[in-house]
């Protein structure tokens, strides 16, 4: 069975940093392209950022651009989703999901707040 | 990054057909198609097709997606209860390197 579990989500001041990590089970997760896509309360789903398979190529929505990064580590089957300099329109539900042209599987979700 | 344009809300009856549009352009979804995701509230989305029209496994042949030019459609055949929910289209932009989504739309069966 195939699964994604992201956690690492909170509450942070504005400014804060926090590390998202996602956790990939049941396909060979070396073989995929992963995807972070957020989603802010009661508004639509906005990537934010993926990494290829070997973590050599990635690419950002221009709003986080120099602000997150994403790496991934093969040998423990994860991605994590560095964000420094958070602000409050960075408060959303972040997704991992598995990127295959259309993003097929997907987590359940980790929350973050960017509040004072 | 502009996204891509979707129509709000669309209402339709029990049992009836429901098509669904996704407007974008040469660099998304006129370079290598669309995406479509359903999402209910609270939940994440789910994939129902991607490059204009292919279908995951397990996803109903009530569902088909295809694509005119700069136009993504999703049509929804014989509308069930269980289909109203946010319908959300994605396509890669060659021109920024980011996939962009639609702002959804709202699918009402009545």
């Known amino acids: 069975e195939v699964q994604l579990v992201e956690s690492g989500g909170g509450l942070v001041q504005p400014g804060g940093s926090l590390r998202l990590s996602c956790a990939v089970s049941g396909f060979t997760f070396s073989s995929y392209w992963i995807s972070w896509v957020r989603q802010a309360p009661g508004k639509g789903l906005e990537w934010v950022a993926n990494?290829?398979?070997?973590?050599?190529?990635?690419y950002f929505v221009g709003s986080v651009k120099g602000r997150f990064t994403i790496s991934r580590d093969n040998a423990k089957n994860s991605v994590f989703l560095q964000m420094n300099s958070l602000r409050a329109e960075d408060t959303a539900v972040y997704y991992c999901?598995?990127?295959?042209?259309?993003?097929?599987?997907w987590g359940q979700g980790t929350l973050v707040t960017v509040s004072s | 990054q502009a996204g891509l344009t979707q129509p709000p809300s669309v209402s339709k009856g029990l049992r009836q057909t429901a098509t669904l549009t996704c407007t974008g352009n040469s660099n998304n979804v006129g370079y290598e198609g669309a995406a479509w995701l359903q999402q209910y509230q609270g939940h994440p989305p789910k994939l129902l097709s991607y490059r204009d029209h292919n279908r995951p496994s397990g996803i109903s042949e009530r569902f088909s997606a295809s694509r005119s030019g700069n136009t993504a459609s999703l049509t929804i055949t014989g509308l069930q209860p269980e289909d109203e929910a946010d319908y959300y289209c994605s396509a890669w932009d060659s021109s920024v390197s980011a996939w962009v989504f639609g702002g959804g739309t709202k699918l009402t069966v009545l």
């Open positions: 999901a598995r990127d295959t042209g259309g993003c097929d599987y």
């Open positions: 990494i290829n398979q070997d973590g050599s190529a990635t």
